[in-house]
């Protein structure tokens, strides 16, 4: 008896470990917020207004201007993390029912504020308009106009969009596709990091994308772009001590840190044609057209490299993440969908304002910074409204 008790108890010791042995490789949830994915949202924010007003002499200082990748792929990788730590968490927790709901609603959140947003510019555009009438043509809202039901209802089937809002548009498809995403990412992550490159090199390949109205294709193709996309799920779903080894790595940061310098080198030559004199001929063949509507390899090698380096060198402890400087971007940074959508109905009110012959670098620079500043008390007034209510990281 005393020995058949004993196997009894083995026997639930070892269902015991075998319980709990899956268990061990779930990462643990996030209890406090990484401020880096709100800084550099932030920081995406800004610089996307500032590129959006293209009298304004700062836009020759965001990062377009210093490297092959710009401030849209930073956005679109950070609400891939930003997914993947959120919904993953809540996969692991609630199940895929309640994940997948709570994905499906911040869809349509994001969904109804691009159309939102196109009525508004609308309005705005119509208002300006009275005194500039080409502003319908620069804002892509001319066909609206000439064909509103039609151009509607392709807007509600996300193929036609205005001026500076391919990026939500972009979003908005890639966060639908986030219920497939997420359960590979999580529970088959060499199948879906698998087939997101497949679908990368194959719409490479064949130049496959989705028709935009009237003609042409959406700037920014989701078949080429999911790949950042699929990737920050990734990283975010599945935090370890291994994403520490690939951070720490030295070999990686030398590699990371080289290929910057070198696209920073070919882009500052298309500012000092004195410098693009030396790029060898075939190099010139070999890299270029550097595509940005179809994600090309170099723009997303570049941004890869670059947030290597930046997340080894900010960890999540930093204590300038929580310093009052940064308090503006942060906040921006954690109101991303809002501060977007409000961007671009500003900078188009800028871009009007300085279309009235006040060019000067005074005006441009007021003007910018007035946009910033608004922005910013915007997303300081949202974080004092809900402070308390929605304390957790938020995706796009």
């Known amino acids: 008896m005393k020995h058949f008790a004993n196997a009894r108890r083995c026997t639930h010791q070892e269902r015991q470990r075998a319980r709990v042995k899956p268990i061990a490789t779930i990462p643990p949830a996030l209890m406090k917020r990484d401020l880096r994915i709100d800084l550099f949202r932030g920081f995406s924010l800004w610089w996307i207004f500032i590129n959006h007003i293209p009298e304004s002499y700062l836009n020759r200082f965001t990062p377009k201007n210093f490297g092959f990748s710009d401030a849209a792929e930073i956005l679109?990788?950070?609400?891939?993390?930003?997914?993947?730590?959120?919904?993953?968490?809540?996969?692991?927790?609630?199940?895929?029912?309640?994940?997948?709901?709570?994905?499906?609603?911040?869809?349509?959140?994001?969904?109804?504020?691009?159309?939102?947003?196109?009525?508004?510019?609308?309005?705005?555009?119509?208002?300006?308009?009275?005194?500039?009438?080409?502003?319908?043509?620069?804002?892509?809202?001319?066909?609206?106009?000439?064909?509103?039901?039609?151009?509607?209802?392709?807007?509600?089937?996300?193929?036609?969009?205005?001026?500076?809002?391919?990026?939500?548009?972009?979003?908005?498809?890639?966060?639908?596709?986030?219920?497939?995403?997420?359960?590979?990412?999580?529970?088959?992550?060499?199948?879906?990091?698998?087939?997101?490159?497949?679908?990368?090199?194959?719409?490479?390949?064949?130049?496959?994308?989705?028709?935009?109205?009237?003609?042409?294709?959406?700037?920014?193709?989701?078949l080429n772009w999911q790949l950042l996309f699929v990737i920050g799920v990734w990283w975010g779903a599945n935090r370890g001590d291994w994403q520490l080894a690939i951070l720490k790595s030295r070999a990686l940061a030398v590699l990371a840190a080289s290929f910057v310098l070198f696209s920073f080198v070919i882009t500052l030559g298309w500012q000092i044609h004195a410098i693009e004199d030396y790029v060898p001929g075939w190099l010139s063949r070999l890299i270029y057209p550097i595509d940005k509507t179809n994600l090309d390899v170099l723009r997303l090698l570049h941004f890869v490299a670059l947030a290597l380096l930046c997340w080894r060198l900010l960890p999540s402890n930093a204590a300038i993440l929580k310093t009052r400087a940064l308090l503006p971007l942060i906040r921006c940074g954690e109101y991303s969908l809002a501060t977007y959508c409000i961007g671009v109905l500003l900078s188009f009110a800028a871009h009007a304002v300085l279309s009235l012959g006040w060019s000067g670098m005074a005006s441009q620079t007021v003007i910018t910074l007035v946009g910033l500043g608004l922005l910013s008390a915007i997303a300081i007034l949202l974080a004092a409204i809900d402070r308390g209510v929605l304390p957790n990281l938020r995706p796009l």
């Open 76 to 222: 679109v990788f950070l609400s891939g993390l930003a997914s993947g730590i959120v919904y993953g968490d809540l996969f692991r927790r609630s199940g895929f029912g309640v994940a997948s709901l709570r994905m499906l609603r911040r869809s349509c959140e994001i969904y109804i504020a691009q159309i939102l947003t196109v009525v508004l510019l609308l309005a705005e555009v119509s208002y300006i308009a009275t005194w500039q009438p080409d502003m319908f043509d620069h804002a892509n809202l001319a066909i609206l106009l000439q064909q509103p039901g039609e151009t509607l209802l392709q807007a509600a089937m996300l193929r036609y969009s205005p001026v500076n809002l391919d990026p939500l548009l972009l979003m908005v498809i890639l966060h639908f596709a986030l219920v497939l995403i997420l359960p590979l990412a999580i529970g088959a992550w060499p199948l879906a990091l698998t087939g997101s490159v497949a679908i990368y090199v194959l719409a490479h390949l064949f130049d496959w994308y989705i028709p935009a109205y009237p003609k042409g294709q959406l700037y920014f193709n989701p």
